[in-house]
T-cell receptor
Framework: EDKVVQSPLSLVVHEGDTVTLNCSYEVTNFRSLLWYKQEKKAPTFLFMLTSSGIEKKSGRLSSILDKKELFSILNITATQTGDSAVYLCAKIYNQGGKLIFGQGTELSVKP | GAGVSQSPSNKVTEKGKDVELRCDPISGHTALYWYRQSLGQGLEFLIYFQGNSAPDKSGLPSDRFSAERTGGSVSTLTIQRTQQEDSAVYLC????????????FGSGTRLTVV
């Protein structure tokens, strides 16, 4: 069965901490990997990763893909309470365009 | 429109009734997707429409679920004879042409079957 596995499932940190979220996937029909932030209902797009070893960065968030080891990480530095959310990782299939999502990591940032 | 619009935002229905959920994608987006998110779970793919091609229905959980997309724009997801396990948030997303471009999600419909 094709799977995307995220870890940890939940994480509690304090403001200012740095966190690393993990996502591993199966290589079958892999095209790209996406990261989303979900605060209420609608996931909002963070990054799309297609090439290995190239870091994508947006403010305090950054992400990188390792296509040899089949995983990606999402880093958040100097966390803020507004970073509290569920972070979802998803694999794009090579054909058709459907996404396979991981279970998500629930991040809680305490003041 | 400016974003993906879904209606209703919340729906409570009795077990056994049929429901229709609507999605208005971003204007010009030819790809449209339906996902389901049960409590505490990740998103589960249901169905994918791309232009005039036959939809990818591989994620529909049973024959009680169906979806159509009229005129390449608005889509309706229909659940017949609803069951309690159908309770979830149903999310719609659209993208410009497919997987090479970012997906934009709607705010979802929270369906509760009582």
């Amino acid at each position: 069965e094709d799977k995307v596995v995220q870890s940890p499932l939940s994480l509690v940190v304090h403001e200012g901490d740095t966190v690393t979220l993990n996502c591993s996937y199966e290589v079958t029909n892999f095209r790209s990997l996406l990261w989303y932030k979900q605060e209420k209902k609608a996931p909002t797009f963070l990054f799309m990763l297609t090439s290995s070893g190239i870091e994508k960065k947006s403010g305090r968030l950054s992400s990188i893909l390792d296509k040899k080891e089949l995983f990606s990480i999402l880093n958040i530095t100097a966390t803020q309470t507004g970073d509290s959310a569920v972070y979802l990782c998803a694999k794009i299939y090579n054909q058709g365009g459907k996404l396979i999502f991981g279970q998500g990591t629930e991040l809680s940032v305490k003041p | 429109g400016a974003g993906v619009s879904q209606s209703p935002s919340n729906k409570v229905t009795e077990k056994g009734k049929d429901v229709e959920l609507r999605c208005d994608p971003i204007s010009g987006h030819t790809a449209l997707y339906w996902y389901r998110q049960s409590l505490g779970q990740g998103l589960e793919f249901l169905i994918y429409f791309q232009g005039n091609s036959a939809p990818d229905k591989s994620g529909l959980p049973s024959d009680r679920f169906s979806a159509e997309r009229t005129g390449g724009s608005v889509s309706t997801l229909t659940i017949q004879r609803t069951q309690q396990e159908d309770s979830a948030v149903y999310l719609c997303a659209s993208s410009l042409t497919g997987p090479r471009y970012g997906y934009t999600f709607g705010s979802g419909t929270r369906l509760t079957v009582v």
